[in-house]
């Protein structure tokens, strides 16, 4: 299979990023400019675009914020980053923020968007006999541990009557579960996109149920405690510049297309799918959206994959205005 930014191994993934962590919080990634900065950290996505397009750095310039862009291959690594000072702001999943709250990162939630329940969903190889998802029961299904779709399995069985011990989840990052799925060792694969869409594009791969009206699959903005406290006006501009990219792909699907395939390094076609399936929108994070949080941290407690229970009440930042 062809590495491409998504098919890193996962050692190779996780050395990369935390070396990368060490070395921008010891300052040997470059002299720092003076003045105020942010820090941005982002996977390959719409961060890179604006990253791109150099629209961030010209609303700060007047402020005197410079910009630093560092750029992460998992969520995990970048929150690490957030732990140890390094980065400011970035952009993460629904699940590695629960995880990292728990080995007490200072992180709160800036922002994020509409959910995405489309992006995320439960495949089948092509002429797989299973038709139900009460059909997974005894079956065997990858999946990426302690992930947003971790999550949404255990949600969906809840909903189809099925308990998380009825079936057999194999642990495994998403180019190794894309391996086993295609070698035929597992029966289903829990997995979101862009993974997604390519497994359904290149592989015939069937999707037997999306997280719609089981998981939100939201994108979080996230930024440490202290940054809210005395940037606010930074990261209210930040939000903004993420707004109007959104807002400009939404409305320019084909063009977006063009940009996205070239930042993930994937054919275009695939990314189309991928944004067939998106919802555009970003959002503020309210007491509501805290409480989807909640409610994930609370099942992780639940199954033993984090060490304690977790109280979000105090992870949205001060008020942004």
Same mark, same amino acid.
């Not at 990023?17 to 820090?39: E, K, N």
């Not at 509409?114 to 999946?143: C, F, M, Q, Y």
């Not at 060792?185 to 037997?208: C, N, Q, Y």
């Given at each position: ?135 997974? !029961?005894? @079956?065997?299904? &990858?999946?990426?541990?302690? =992930?947003? *779709? ?7 069985? #809840? ?74 006006d930074v990261l209210k501009i930040a939000l903004e510049e993420i707004a109007a990219i959104?807002?400009?792909?939404? !409305?320019? @699907?084909?063009? &977006?297309?063009?940009?996205? =395939?070239? *930042? ?7 990314? #189309? ?49």
């Amino acid at each position: 299979m062809k590495h491409t930014p998504f098919s890193l191994p996962r050692r190779q993934v996780l050395a990369s990023g935390l070396g990368l962590a060490a070395a921008v919080a010891t300052g040997s990634v470059g002299a720092q400019p003076a003045g105020r900065v942010l820090r941005v950290g982002h996977q390959k996505g719409w961060l890179s675009i604006l990253k791109g397009r150099g629209t961030l750095e010209k609303r700060l310039a007047p402020l005197g914020v410079s910009v630093t862009w560092t750029e992460f291959t998992a969520g995990p690594v970048q929150l690490e980053a957030l732990n140890v000072g390094s980065i400011d702001f970035g952009d993460v999943g629904e699940a590695p923020p629960i995880f990292a709250q728990a080995a007490g990162a200072p992180l709160v939630y800036a922002g994020t968007t509409v959910p995405r329940p489309h992006n995320e969903a439960v495949l089948l190889p092509k002429g797989s006999p299973l038709k139900t998802v009460a059909d997974l !029961k005894g @079956k065997k299904i &990858a999946l990426n541990k302690g =992930s947003n *779709v971790h999550y949404f399995l255990v949600k969906l069985l #809840e909903k189809h009557g099925l308990k998380y011990a009825d079936v057999q989840v194999v642990f495994l990052p998403p180019a190794d579960a894309r391996a086993a799925f295609e070698r035929g060792s597992v029966d289903a694969w829990v997995i979101w996109d862009p993974f997604l869409s390519a497994a359904i594009k290149t592989l015939e791969a069937r999707v037997l149920a999306d997280a719609k009206g089981v998981a939100n699959n939201r994108n979080y903005y996230f930024t440490s405690r202290d940054f809210a406290a005395k940037n606010t006006d930074v990261l209210k501009i930040a939000l903004e510049e993420i707004a109007a990219i959104d807002t400009w792909a939404a !409305k320019n @699907k084909a063009d &977006a297309g063009v940009e996205l =395939s070239k *930042v993930l390094g994937l054919e275009r076609s695939i990314v #189309e799918q991928y944004l067939s399936n998106l919802r555009y929108g970003q959002l503020p994070v309210t007491a509501d959206i805290l409480a989807e949080q909640q409610s994930i941290a609370d099942t992780f407690f639940e199954l033993k994959l984090i060490p304690k229970k977790l109280n979000l009440r105090h992870a949205a930042p001060v008020n942004l205005g």
